[in-house]
């Protein structure tokens, strides 16, 4: 029996981008939208059978009505037998929950919510799989739940035993005071699961393009969604047959975050800057410049140009120029300092030194 997986997780729909002009943050927002319904239309090209998250559908339970009964249309596209939702921290189901209250209100065949320690057969999807959940129940927990799997063991019946799971996993994910679930590569290997598909770290694990008979998967986020996140956005495809298990990583995301610093000192280093900014589809990229160096006073005087250009190319720019100074030489001097001053003559005998120049030079105009 042949199954094949498409493994997500992490989307947070919902997010909110508050950092952000509004323009900018409503098409952030929208996006991830975008994002879920592209993988949606990618599994099906790819004739999966299970569409899996793993976790963080949502970024929080305060979720409006209209954005679930959006995220049900979404999911009841998928073409394969079910998907599979699992409950993740940041949209934990405590029983409580209005989030979940109203997803499962809203009429669908597809949709399974693993909201309980417990086996979910699939049998009424035509598959012969047991899945075994780890849902969170809170936003927050020094323990994850896999207890419950630990002591019940697996169902005597079913081809695939497949765990889902959220929380922090050893070595991928920094958890110092063990409040996210946490979960060992041992204790998660004790478990004799065919898979088990995890969510929680924005990283995709293991690290690799295409991986054979690797039991454990961490999704990792489809969307790029900070500047501390450096990757594309990506998915995992699991095919599993006969016991043998091949993963292979699927690009999802649409918008890039680029953090970076540059030293410069020439125009030709701001060319530099600039040929990099514009490669690879510059509208779909979102960058924090930091510049530093020192560069002639034309070109700190024609820097706001610069920018402009870059900003009327690139979907979103930020830069923080406050460590770019304009280079000190005798033209300098001679324009802001009087002959014969002691600033005047003191600058001129530094000018052997740029370095030194300059740190006088910023000396003498804090004054």
Same mark, same amino acid.
Not at 145 to 174: D, F, M, N, R
């Given at each position: 029996?042949?199954?094949?997986?498409?493994?997500?997780?992490?989307?947070?729909?919902?997010?909110?981008?508050?950092?952000?002009?509004?323009?900018?943050?409503?098409?952030?927002?929208?996006?991830?939208?975008?994002? %879920?319904? +592209?993988?949606?239309?990618?599994?099906?090209?790819? *004739?999966? #059978? $299970?569409? !899996?998250?793993?976790?963080?559908?949502?970024?929080?339970?305060?979720?409006?009505?209209?954005?679930?009964?959006?995220?049900?249309?979404?999911?009841?596209?998928?073409?394969?037998?079910?998907?599979?939702?699992?409950?993740?921290?940041?949209?934990?189901?405590?029983?409580?929950?209005?989030?979940?209250?109203?997803?499962?209100?809203?009429?669908?065949?597809?949709?399974? %919510?693993? +909201?309980?320690?417990?086996?979910?057969?699939?049998? *009424?999807? #035509? $598959?012969? !799989?047991?899945?075994?959940?780890?849902?969170?129940?809170?936003?927050?927990?020094?323990?994850?739940?896999?207890?419950?799997?630990?002591?019940?063991?697996?169902?005597?019946?079913?081809?695939?035993?497949?765990?889902?799971?959220?929380?922090?996993?050893?070595?991928?994910?920094?958890?110092?005071?063990?409040?996210?679930?946490y979960m060992g590569i041992n204790e998660l290997s004790s478990i004799p699961t065919n898979l088990w598909l995890l969510g929680h770290t924005h990283l995709m694990y293991p690290f690799k393009d295409k991986i054979l008979d690797n039991?454990?998967?961490?999704?990792?986020?489809?969307?790029?969604?900070?500047?501390?996140?450096?990757?594309?956005?990506?998915?995992?495809?699991?095919?599993?047959?006969?016991?043998?298990?091949?993963?292979?990583?699927?690009?999802?995301?649409?918008?890039?975050?680029?953090?970076?610093?540059?030293?410069?000192?020439?125009?030709?280093?701001?060319?530099?800057?600039?040929?990099?900014?514009?490669?690879?589809?510059?509208?779909?990229?979102?960058?924090?410049?930091?510049?530093?160096?020192?560069i002639s006073n034309e070109a700190y005087e024609n820097l706001n140009d610069f920018y402009r250009n870059l900003e009327s190319k690139i979907f979103h720019l930020i830069v923080d120029d406050s460590h770019l100074r304009v280079r000190i030489n005798k033209t300098t001097i001679e324009r802001e300092f009087t002959k014969g001053s002691f600033p005047y003559e003191f600058l001129n005998g530094l000018t052997y030194d740029d370095e030194a120049l300059q740190i006088?030079?910023?000396?003498?105009?804090?004054?």
């Amino acid at each position: 029996m042949e199954l094949k997986i498409f493994h997500t997780g992490d989307i947070h729909l919902g997010m909110k981008f508050n950092n952000y002009a509004d323009e900018i943050k409503e098409k952030l927002c929208e996006v991830r939208f975008l994002t %879920l319904e +592209n993988m949606i239309i990618k599994s099906n090209e790819l *004739n999966a #059978d $299970l569409f !899996v998250i793993a976790g963080d559908l949502f970024n929080t339970i305060q979720v409006a009505k209209r954005d679930i009964h959006r995220t049900v249309k979404i999911l009841d596209k998928f073409n394969g037998a079910c998907v599979l939702v699992l409950p993740g921290n940041h949209d934990y189901d405590n029983g409580m929950t209005d989030l979940w209250r109203e997803f499962t209100k809203i009429p669908s065949e597809k949709i399974v %919510l693993l +909201n309980e320690k417990k086996y979910y057969f699939l049998n *009424n999807y #035509d $598959l012969d !799989v047991v899945i075994y959940p780890a849902p969170c129940h809170s936003k927050h927990s020094s323990e994850n739940s896999l207890g419950w799997i630990k002591e019940e063991g697996l169902s005597q019946t079913g081809k695939y035993h497949i765990g889902v799971a959220h929380g922090a996993l050893e070595g991928l994910s920094p958890d110092i005071e063990g409040n996210y679930y946490y979960m060992g590569i041992n204790e998660l290997s004790s478990i004799p699961t065919n898979l088990w598909l995890l969510g929680h770290t924005h990283l995709m694990y293991p690290f690799k393009d295409k991986i054979l008979d690797n039991k454990i998967f961490n999704a990792g986020t489809p969307e790029p969604d900070g500047l501390d996140y450096k990757d594309k956005g990506n998915a995992w495809f699991i095919n599993i047959n006969d016991g043998k298990i091949v993963g292979e990583k699927i690009p999802t995301g649409e918008y890039r975050f680029f953090d970076q610093e540059f030293e410069v000192n020439s125009d030709e280093d701001l060319d530099s800057i600039e040929l990099w900014a514009l490669k690879d589809e510059p509208n779909k990229k979102i960058i924090r410049l930091c510049l530093k160096g020192s560069i002639s006073n034309e070109a700190y005087e024609n820097l706001n140009d610069f920018y402009r250009n870059l900003e009327s190319k690139i979907f979103h720019l930020i830069v923080d120029d406050s460590h770019l100074r304009v280079r000190i030489n005798k033209t300098t001097i001679e324009r802001e300092f009087t002959k014969g001053s002691f600033p005047y003559e003191f600058l001129n005998g530094l000018t052997y030194d740029d370095e030194a120049l300059q740190i006088a030079y910023d000396l003498l105009r804090r004054r």
